[in-house]
């Protein structure tokens, strides 16, 4: 009798053990469920913030098209001489008044460094024929 008790307690522990296992499958089943409906929906929202960017990036190009980038740089001297694009290309005219008076000014400071050219190769010449008539 003493075997079929201990039997029957060996049969319950059993029962118990099988219990516990079955509920913890199925405990795990929901959590694996539930991980991955989670996931599903965080693929969802991510995949609709790319597309509310892309829209709103669409919008800031369609406002800002024909005008100049946020990136400008603030020229130190105040005048433009030329613009070159990102792709290279340099743009010299039709970028205002400013080109024309600055190339005004280069005319100017040209000619200005032709005539010192000019008074000090006189100068030479003036001692060079100093020097000769003494």
Known sequence: ?????????????????????????????????????????????????ETQVRQIAKQ?????SGKFSANIQTNPKEHCKSITTRSGIIV?????????????????????KE???ECEADKEKNKKIEEKSE
Do not use: P, W
């Open 92 to 112: 010299k005219e039709e970028i205002g008044n400013n080109l024309v008076v600055d190339e005004e000014r280069k005319d100017e400071e040209r000619k200005n």
């Open 1 to 49: 009798m003493h075997s079929y008790q201990s039997q029957t307690q060996s049969m319950k522990c059993y029962s118990s053990v099988q219990e516990r296992i079955s509920k913890l499958e199925d405990t795990l089943h929901k959590f694996t469920q539930a991980s991955l409906s989670n996931q599903k929906n965080i693929g969802a929202s991510i995949r609709s913030l």
């Open 115 to 117: 005539d010192k050219k």
């Open 60 to 64: 800031l190009v369609e406002q800002h």
